[in-house]
């Protein structure tokens, strides 16, 4: 299954902007970025979205600030932040500039699967609630951070068996490592004021009922011009993009789960069909019958 279409139309968006990206489709449901990026506030892209693959960062350095869901967090070197699939999250300049330092992994669960090394995602899957942020101990950071730099030059030259050889071998000690690590919970950090998170819980909750902005409004006794700013200056985004995005994201779980596509439109919230085909078109850059299409190709 392809991954990156969110991804890839991300991508394209910042152009020219981007540089210092090397990247690297490993396999279909793999794919690697070594990226060092200098940016400023008018250069970074900071932007509300998901997607339906695991996103791996493994951070060097930066003044950058990540939110997921209605966690925040400032990382350090050496911190690893896991995104699971359908969480909100964006990452924003916490300065006027910075170089922005990383490793990135965008994965499905089957991802080391042609390697028949399926175990070493096991870490993807650990119980308890979602740690976004985790702090490598220094063991396995290092190790780390002495592995990836190889696995970037041989990814350079995959072209040749034997550096993609390299590669693959490099690849299965990292995730070993990951699987390894002792990972170190990092407390969560105030940024969001708890008028954002509870009104981010509210929508979370009651997405497929809500019929308007203006009633979430009503709800908190706020204007809508007021819970417009606050989403605006805090996650930079709208109330209603917000709420476009939850109901697209869980309509993509009902599809994947098999539910017929008129069903999953009218449980997500959406009043007619063409209307949910629109704004999932424009979150997901493919049609309902695409994405269902695309999940299908990816089980053959």
């Known amino acids: 299954m392809k991954l990156l279409t969110h991804y890839l139309h991300t991508r394209q968006q910042h152009g020219p902007k981007v540089i210092n990206w090397r990247e690297n489709s490993i396999n279909d449901s793999l794919f690697y970025s070594c990226r060092n990026t200098h940016y400023n506030t008018s250069t970074y892209p900071s932007q509300l979205h998901y997607h339906d693959y695991y996103e791996l960062v493994l951070f060097e350095e930066g003044d950058i600030r990540y939110i997921c869901e209605s966690q925040s967090y400032r990382p350090r070197h050496g911190d690893m932040i896991l995104i699971p699939p359908k969480t909100m999250h964006m990452s924003m300049l916490d300065a006027e500039e910075t170089r922005y330092r990383r490793h990135v992994f965008y994965l499905y669960p089957d991802a080391l699967h042609p390697l028949n090394a399926q175990a070493l995602t096991a870490f993807l899957h650990r119980p308890g609630p979602p740690q976004f942020f985790t702090t490598l101990d220094s063991a396995s950071r290092d190790a780390l951070f002495s592995l990836l730099p190889r696995l970037d030059d041989a990814l350079k030259k995959k072209e040749q068996p034997e550096e993609m050889a390299l590669s693959q071998g490099l690849l299965l000690e990292i995730f070993y490592l990951l699987n390894q690590a002792i990972l170190h919970p990092t407390p969560q950090e105030e940024y969001l004021p708890q008028n954002v998170k509870e009104i981010q819980a509210y929508l979370d909750q009651n997405f497929a009922e809500i019929a308007s902005v203006s009633q979430v409004a009503a709800h908190f006794f706020y204007s809508r011009e ?60 493919m049609t309902p019958s695409q994405y269902r299409a695309m999940l299908r190709s990816g089980e053959e």
């Open 226 to 285: 007021y819970i417009s700013r606050l989403f605006q200056q805090y996650l930079h985004t709208t109330v209603g993009d917000y709420l476009i995005k939850r109901r697209i994201a869980h309509s993509q779980s009902l599809i994947a789960a098999g539910v017929p596509l008129l069903e999953a439109c009218f449980q997500s919230g959406f009043k007619n069909v063409s209307t949910f085909i629109r704004a999932f078109r424009s979150v997901a850059r």
